[in-house]
């Protein structure tokens, strides 16, 4: 707007209102089309902009000066009105410039309410008291609250999007959840669950092994001491193999303690270390002649004492001759129960200490026979096949071996692989093939 304009309208006289209004509307005409004059700001005024002074009496026009020198004529007022419109207008533009901000603030801490109340309220008082200029004025006063309404939702919708900015983030903090514990080791098993798992072992056992029992020919409890101690460093088959030879010519401990040590070497050489093996079973058929009267003790620590007898030899004795619970902790019976993570113990006599604990003296001797049939046949010490091994879900060695289930099927022994067992008599129940004789062999 220019300085000519606006002098223009001082100078309307008197008692012209019709003239007075046709210039009124020119003067907002030409304050409706911007035109920086001199001193003046061009952003001045403007929406977002610093206030104009309240020299401008148009938002973004010039610092022009009120015409001082123009006389005060009755049309003053309605002059005074429409500058004091435009001042309102501007602190209204103001007031929704402002807005940015706070709308910002809203999104964060607040809803923007108080802001959008402003924003209302300032074009509202600016139309109430600028009736000379109802037409702008009232637009603008309509259209403000529209743009603040906008801002409004925009402010309520922010925190929406905050909202489900938020949201995203929660599956994620879940998903580090799991990461984490991920990276948290393994609980360990309690010994009860261990127990548990461990007695469940050998149900299954007992089902895959109904047959279990002790792989040595013997047909009295001096025959199976014998052949226990024969049993060191060998198979049972080559054992059973050898056996009835040397009974055959030796039937009871007398006859055995008096015969000639070579001939025994000779007799048992197929089972390795002969001569060691020659005079312990001829030491202990000598005590059991002198001590026992020529019968086996059926006490643990009667049977320690002799020649060549350990615990082991003693527990297998003792469960297979006497019907006394006894556990077998032999090379198998060791690796498998230290695979199942019943025990870390390689003692045996700490290990058949730690399984007495587990199960009743009822299910000693039947465990350790299906715990060496399944080390035998399927959980063999280099190569176990884990991919044929129907208690795979309970080991936690499962994968030490073949999983390939295939591949596994090929690496069962005895009868799991079609081939004859071990002993040359084995009980009646027994599903697979009676193991060929020595010279067979
Ligand atoms: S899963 Fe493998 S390691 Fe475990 S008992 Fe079976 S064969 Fe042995």
């Known amino acids: 707007m220019s300085a000519g304009s606006d002098s223009a309208v001082g100078e309307q ?47 973004g026009g010039p610092a022009a000066p009120d015409a001082p020198d123009a006389p005060a004529k009755p049309d003053a007022p309605v002059k005074a009105a429409r500058k004091q419109a435009a001042r309102k207008q501007a602190v209204g533009k103001q007031a929704v410039g402002k807005q940015a901000a706070p709308r910002k603030a809203a999104v964060k801490e607040a809803p923007a309410e108080p802001a959008a109340k ?37 402010a309520v919708a922010k925190p929406t999007k905050a909202a489900k900015t938020a949201e995203a983030a929660k599956p994620a903090k879940k998903a580090v959840a799991p990461a984490r514990a991920a990276l948290k080791p393994a609980k360990p098993e309690s010994h009860v669950a261990m127990v548990r798992r ?10 895959v092994y109904p047959y279990a029992h002790p792989e040595l020919d013997f ?9 226990t101690v024969l049993s060191a460093q060998t198979t049972d088959l080559r054992v059973n193999q050898t056996t009835p030879a040397l009974f055959a010519a030796y ?31 001829m030491g202990l058929a000598a005590a059991l002649r002198d001590e026992f009267g020529g019968n086996v003790p059926g006490r643990l620590e009667d049977l320690v ?36 993570k019943w025990t870390d113990e390689e003692d045996p006599v700490k290990v058949e200490a730690v399984v007495a604990e587990i199960f009743p003296k009822s299910e000693w001797t039947m465990l350790s026979h299906r715990t060496i049939f399944h080390g035998r046949r399927i959980c063999h010490a280099r190569r176990p ?24 099927k090929k690496l069962l022994k005895y009868e799991k692989g079609g081939f004859p067992g071990q002993r040359l008599s084995p009980p009646p129940d027994y599903p697979g093939l009676p193991a060929p004789p020595l010279e067979a062999g």
């Open 251 to 281: 039937p009871t401990p007398e006859e055995l303690a008096a015969a000639d040590p070579e001939a025994v070497e000779q007799l048992i050489r197929p089972t390795g270390f002969f001569r060691a093996k020659t005079k312990s079973i």
């Open 198 to 207: 461990a007695r469940r072992i050998n149900r299954e056992l007992a089902e």
């Open 118 to 154: 402003a924003a209302r309220k300032a074009p509202a008082k600016a139309a109430e008291k600028a009736p000379a200029e109802p037409a702008k004025a009232a637009k603008k006063a309509v259209a403000e609250p529209a743009k603040t309404a906008k801002a409004t939702k925009k």
């Open 385 to 408: 096949a884990c991919g044929a091994c129907p208690i795979a879900p309970l080991c936690p060695a499962y994968g030490e071996g073949e999983t390939d289930p295939e591949k596994a």
């Open 305 to 340: 004492k002799l020649p060549g007898v350990g615990r082991k030899t003693a527990n297998v004795v003792l469960g297979n001759a006497f019907g006394v619970p006894g556990i077998t902790v032999d090379t198998h019976f060791g690796r498998l129960v230290r695979r199942w």
């Open 219 to 227: 047909r009295n409890p001096f025959e199976l001491l014998v052949a």
């Open 13 to 59: 006289p008197a008692g012209k209102p019709k003239k007075a209004a046709k210039e009124s509307k020119s003067a907002n005409r030409a304050a409706s089309a911007p035109e920086p004059g001199p001193g003046a700001s061009t952003g001045s005024g403007a929406p977002g902009g610093p206030a104009g002074q309240g020299e401008s009496s148009v938002p």
